[in-house]
């Protein structure tokens, strides 16, 4: 797998582009042309072996894996070139930024002309710039020639699509909760709250025992946008947090000031480690791992995580934060892979995404997939204990709310994370940050 040199490529195209192009990287580029208008997806289905003729294909594989990420992955990938002997994966890694920087990346190489073959994504308004300008192929086509309906969640295949349509194909289905150590629990004699009053007091008891309640990492912005959606979930209740994900209601409103407020409220009783609108999000997980802040508020993946830091997983779990709402809702969301309208190689892209998606890949390589959003496969709860429990919620989930980074397109998401890191700055009150909050989306609105 070429990895380093096409991450070179791959950037320094971007890079390049961005200066003569820039606003491209804000908006999403002019439309490419309709994913029906694609010879790959009008001519149905893929050659059973791609490139049959013997030409070596490089397909150019986007994601946001770390080195041990990548790592992991090579043995797939080795099992697909091997079956594939024609195809080589070049890996294109863009880690450690989530939504704040690769889905940019992408938008330049797409404008550029020189876009992935096949690229990981969220769901949501994260994707949907992609849609609306064309860059990516309806793979209806390919969900009849692979028989991929049926093979996934059905709520993960709904997040995907759009307008009858469905544009990706999922690969993990992801929740989200306060991780804790069950052993300094054990030791001060504390109990999992089930009660926004008890999550509150158990902040408290914290802080007595000199800890912080919990570590985050405010670069990037979409690590705090997760305690801040919890906090409107609560005040706002569900029905009215959907609807101002929807723009349907104002956020110049109480129960968002409320959320602002309570926000402060935790900062300023120093529940939250300090400083941490400049700390990485990864690096958030160095004061839970040593046990100076009790809960970070992280996905399924987490175990992983954890077991790539050599930290002891019996010593650890997870709950769902309580918002005395019903029903107790969690954030949860999607990934997905895409494939580029303007892709060199859709077919073979096609064949690497049912690979990697098959059940039987899947089970063959069970550490890659415990969160796989394919039906039938599941991780060795043996192995896997957490994510096993995590699941069994998610996929039995009645109802769950995005991240607001998936409810939000970008523009708008740069409104938001303004106007967070100025509540957490103090630079505005909660009635400011309301206010704002709302001009924010009231100046896009006039744009569209």
């Given at each position: 797998m070429r990895n380093h040199s096409n991450i070179v490529k791959f950037l320094t195209v971007a890079l390049l582009f961005a200066m003569v192009a820039s606003a491209c990287v804000a908006t999403p580029p002019a439309a490419a042309p309709a994913a029906g208008e694609q010879p790959a997806a009008d001519s149905g289905a893929a050659a059973e072996q791609p490139a049959a003729s013997g030409e070596k294909v490089v397909l150019r594989w986007a994601n946001?894996?770390?080195?041990?990420?990548?790592?992991?992955?090579?043995?797939?990938?080795?099992?697909?070139?091997?079956?594939?002997?024609?195809?080589e994966i070049s890996s294109e890694s863009t880690a450690g930024s989530g939504a704040a920087v690769y889905p940019d990346l992408l938008k330049t190489s797409m404008a550029s002309g020189?876009?992935?073959?096949?690229f990981f994504?969220?769901?949501?308004?994260?994707?949907?710039?992609?849609?609306?300008?064309g860059q990516v192929m309806d793979l209806g086509?390919?969900?009849?020639?692979?028989?991929?309906?049926?093979?996934?969640?059905?709520?993960?295949?709904?997040?995907i699509s759009y307008d009858g349509k469905t544009y990706g194909v999922p690969f993990n289905a992801l929740g989200m909760?306060?991780?804790y150590r069950t052993d300094i629990f054990a030791?001060?004699?504390?109990?999992?709250?089930?009660?926004?009053?008890?999550?509150e007091e158990l902040c408290g008891k914290m802080k007595d025992a000199g800890m912080y309640c919990v570590s985050l990492g405010?670069?990037?912005?979409?690590?705090t946008m997760r305690v801040l959606d919890y906090f409107i979930e609560h005040t706002c209740g569900p029905e009215l947090h959907d609807k101002l994900n929807r723009l349907e209601e104002s956020w110049d409103q109480q129960c968002v000031i409320d959320a602002y407020t309570i926000f402060q409220t935790w900062i300023d009783n120093g529940w939250v480690v300090p400083d941490f609108l400049t700390v990485s999000p990864d690096d958030s997980r160095f004061p839970f791992f040593a046990g100076d802040a009790g809960l970070v508020l992280e996905g399924v993946w987490y175990?992983?995580?954890?077991?790539?830091?050599?930290?002891?997983v019996a010593n650890f779990d997870f709950y769902l934060p309580p918002t005395d709402q019903e029903p107790l809702r969690f954030s949860a969301f999607p990934e997905q892979w895409m494939i580029p309208a303007s892709a060199a190689h859709p077919d073979e892209a096609a064949e690497f995404i049912n690979f990697i998606t098959s059940a039987e890949t899947q089970k063959q390589f069970p550490d890659n997939f415990a969160n796989s959003a394919t039906v039938g496969v599941n991780p060795d709860c043996n192995e896997w204990p957490l994510s096993c429990r995590w699941r069994d919620i998610i996929l039995t989930a009645t109802d769950t709310h995005p991240p607001t980074d998936q409810a939000f397109v970008k523009e708008l998401m740069d409104g938001f994370f303004e106007v967070q890191d100025s509540i957490v700055a103090k630079r505005f009150t909660p009635e400011e940050g309301a206010a704002l909050m709302q001009q924010r989306v009231e100046e896009w609105q006039a744009q569209q």
């Open positions: 946001i894996f770390d080195a041990t990420g990548v790592e992991k992955w090579q043995p797939i990938v080795d099992a697909f070139e091997a079956k594939y002997p024609n195809i020189s876009p992935p073959d096949v994504m969220w769901g949501g308004s994260i994707a949907q710039p992609f849609i609306d300008a086509p390919y969900y009849e020639k692979f028989e991929w309906n049926g093979k996934f969640a059905p709520w993960v295949v709904d997040r909760g306060f991780w030791e001060n004699g504390w109990t999992v709250p089930t009660t926004f009053a008890e999550q405010g670069k990037f912005g979409w690590h175990e992983g995580v954890l077991k790539n830091n050599e930290q002891d």
